[in-house]
């Protein structure tokens, strides 16, 4: 009964790591685009469309990472508003 109990605790946790993962990068591509809006005036699909869903391809880009990581903070400093926010 134990081991169930674990194995189930264990798949929700997963799951919701990988839902505050998509947060996370929802967040971040929000911030870097609102920063690309600024510099260059018009919207930054591209990082959207080149790497989808993958995180690693993103990270290839400073500005990006520097995002992602105060995404991070907001996520650990007030968890409720962030899932708010992003959901």
Known sequence: MNKLFLILSLFFLSGCFDNDKKLLMKCADTEYDKQWKKKFGE????????????????????????????CELELRVSPETFRQIYK
Do not use: I
């Open 43 to 70: 919207s930054s699909m591209t990082l959207k469309q080149l790497y989808g869903n993958s995180l690693e391809g993103r990270f290839q880009y400073k500005p990006y990472v520097s995002m992602y990581r105060m």
